[in-house]
């Protein structure tokens, strides 16, 4: 990390794009998400900035979260999340049965069919692919910030209209998203401001300037220091 952020590339496209990692306080249901990132980042975020916020912070916000104790696993949960990988959020049956509430028994059932059939063929990740945002964007209670440690948040509603929310209250020419980024260089952009690039969010976030532990950095502020055009805010791209 340097005075300026984390530089994101040595060489390359983005070797003059920083992150910089915002902390703010402990966000609840019911907080204003967008007040809240456009105080933390005054005077960090300027005109060609793009905010990356964390979608786990904007689903609590929006009261999209669940204690785990108050989820009932089915028989098909408890069986099917003893199959999981261990670093796999549906190892954990009350974060499958959220699926299984989401899409039903039926698809959860075919999904886990075709997995087995992918893995004979050498195909990976095939259960994962067929039930989509339903299963990607559930944060299990593994590892998650206390007080939310036994809490499994789900995916943010509506996270394009979350980030255009959050991009005008951070300013002029000021852009937003709403990520979901770890420590395995995965990406999912999932909502965007009008004229932010999304690939290139994604590509910048892949060392997870965000954190993966207790860093309660849910903001990161992405700046291009570039003299030619700033590749964050290429509409379309």
Not at 28 to 56: F, Q, Y
Not at 102 to 122: D, I, S, T
Not at 172 to 200: E, Q, W, Y
Request: aromatic share 4%; glycine share 10%; hydrophobic share 50%.
């Amino acid at each position: 990390m340097t005075a300026f952020g984390f530089p994101l590339e040595q060489e390359g496209a983005l070797a003059e794009l920083a992150a910089i990692p915002v902390r703010t306080a402990l966000i609840s249901a019911g907080d204003d998400v967008a007040a809240v990132v456009a105080a933390a980042v005054r005077g960090i975020a300027s005109p060609g900035s793009v905010v990356a916020v964390s979608e786990t912070a904007v689903a609590i916000a929006q009261g999209r979260s669940l204690s785990a104790e108050t989820i009932r696993p089915s028989k098909l949960a408890y069986t099917l999340s003893a199959r999981a990988g261990a670093l796999a959020t549906i190892n954990q049956p009350e974060a499958l049965q959220l699926v299984i509430d989401e899409v039903g028994a039926p698809k959860v059932l075919a999904a886990a069919g075709l997995h087995v059939v992918g893995r004979l063929l050498g195909m990976r990740g095939v259960f994962y692919r067929v039930l989509g945002e339903a299963i990607a964007t559930i944060d299990g209670y593994t590892g998650t910030l206390p007080p939310f440690e036994r809490t499994i948040v789900l995916g943010p509603h509506e996270p394009n209209r979350a980030a255009q929310a959050i991009a005008e209250s951070c300013g002029t020419d000021i852009g937003a998203a709403v990520v979901d980024a770890n420590d395995l260089g995965k990406v999912n952009v999932l909502g965007i401001s009008n004229n932010v690039a999304r690939t290139v969010v994604a590509r910048a976030l892949q060392a997870n300037p965000h954190g993966n532990g207790d860093e309660q950095t849910p903001i990161v502020v992405l700046v291009w220091r570039g003299a030619g055009p700033n590749p964050l805010m290429n509409a379309g791209a």
